[in-house]
């Protein structure tokens, strides 16, 4: 990981860091703020009567805002302190299904439009008196209706474009299902970030005897959508690389989409190799199973699969038994969205986490330094494998 000593911060911060960690997100948030004390404490010091660095230094950046309910359900957003002047930063975790609230007497699970919802009433709240505002995404709302075929609606983009008309100068998000759809806020801040380096290190840190060459190794894609990610991936381990392309009925449409008929493979043999699915998420997680099942029949070794979303929609009975039955030998998501203590207790789970990766972006932006060189983990990346084949700790 870069270090955070290792940046140049040459500028004074934009104002004063605030955190505000949605319902939902708060895991995540408490991990974040943390490293942000943490870092701070240590550095502090050399700032402490500079009034360009006033707030530099606290005991917590999180802000209490909350959004309470009437009974109907309706719902207002409170802060329960001043933000004026502050730099604030707004972590929303849209997945997470676990939060519930109480409508006319019943249990609602929240859905994503009620954390997007929510998002905005707290925005609202802050009312214009912050000095920036910028919002850490890590799934994009309605990242997977992002382009339009035809009668439909383009949920993503106009998400996007109400963000930024509430006032939203950053938006922080993680591998969106198609980085173009920023192209409907041109004019403002959009970054999207990729989890490889977390994953290379999550295998690393679990797998001892992988062998990380072309030819013990594969990086798959299970979709012709996914390519990039896979070519970086092989790319930066020096592997071949193959993809699946889904074939589908497009005479029938089964629960708004063309079924797959079949997943096609295009690339060399995998035939004792280990091989790496990379994707953005497992949903159902169907297509992960059935093109782990394909890469089995062409007798591939082990087969991980990495994906910075485990949405394990359907639950994890499918997961369990690929396991049992050795197709799958690990799995691999990040902690932005919520995790279910049932996912994190699975043996064949690995759990990458992105809190400190957010804290030195959160840390970087709040200077108002560059942050290309933390959003490419090339050098990290090829440090990594270097410890990992001298036989180092990762």
Known sequence: MLRRTERILENIPVGSLGLISLTGCEQLGKKVDDYLVKWRHESGNEYRDDIAFSGYEKDTFLIDARVPRFGSGEAKGILGESVRGKDLYLMVDVCNYSVTYSLTGRTNHMSPDDHFQNLKRVIAAVGGKG????????????????????????????????????GVENIITFDAHDPRVQNAIPLSGFETVSPTYQFIKGLLRTVKDLQIDSDHMMAISPDEGGTNRAVYLANVLGLDMGMFYKRRDYTRIVDGRNPIVAHEFLGSSVEGKDVIIIDDMISSGDSIIEVATELKRRKAKRIFAAATFGLFTNGMERF??????????????????????????KPYYINCDMSKYIALIIDTLNHDGSISSILSPNERIQHVIQKYKNGEPV
Do not use: W
């Not at 505002?133 to 383009?154: A, D, G, T």
């Not at 369990?320 to 039955?325: H, T």
């Open 320 to 345: 369990d038994k690929a396991y049992e039955d050795g197709i799958i030998s690990g799995i691999l998501t990040t902690n932005l969205i919520y995790q279910t203590p049932e996912l994190l207790s």
């Open 131 to 166: 000095r920036r505002l910028n919002v850490i995404m890590p799934f994009l709302y309605e990242s997977r209706q992002h382009k339009r075929s035809s009668r439909e609606s383009l949920d993503c983009a106009l998400a996007l474009q109400e963000l930024v008309r509430m």
